[in-house]
């Protein structure tokens, strides 16, 4: 009995690892530091198409008006790399951690990127 449980176990595993359309290059959780007030940061997500399919980024959501995302509308092939830039605003002082949604076409579950940081 406890072997089937192994199995069972395993296989969970595989299909979760094979469910991920995307690996992110630069990480999903990025601290882009000490930003001073009132000057925006740009940092870039970048990642490779692990899908075995063309993905599209249908959208890209964030949390509030101070994080603005960009991106790119384009066909992206299996193995091929983009990147989606965040912008953060930098407009109210003190620590802030930010989450981004990102849609891919034909995936059910979007990807959730973080950015945080401190405005001085």
Known sequence: MNL????????FVFLAAQ????????????????LKKDQPKTTVFSFVNTSGKVLTIDNVRSTC????PD????????????AIEITYDAAKEGWFRKKITVYFSG???PEK????GYVE
Do not use: H, M, N, Y
């Open 107 to 109: 995936i059910r579950k």
């Open 19 to 34: 469910q991920q359309p995307v690996q992110w290059l630069s990480g999903t959780d990025v601290d882009i530091g000490d």
């Open 65 to 68: 008006g101070c994080t603005t």
């Open 71 to 82: 991106w790119e509308q384009l066909a992206i092939p299996p193995g091929d790399t983009s």
């Open 4 to 11: 089937f449980f192994k199995i069972l176990l395993s296989s």
């Open 113 to 116: 990127l973080f950015i945080q």
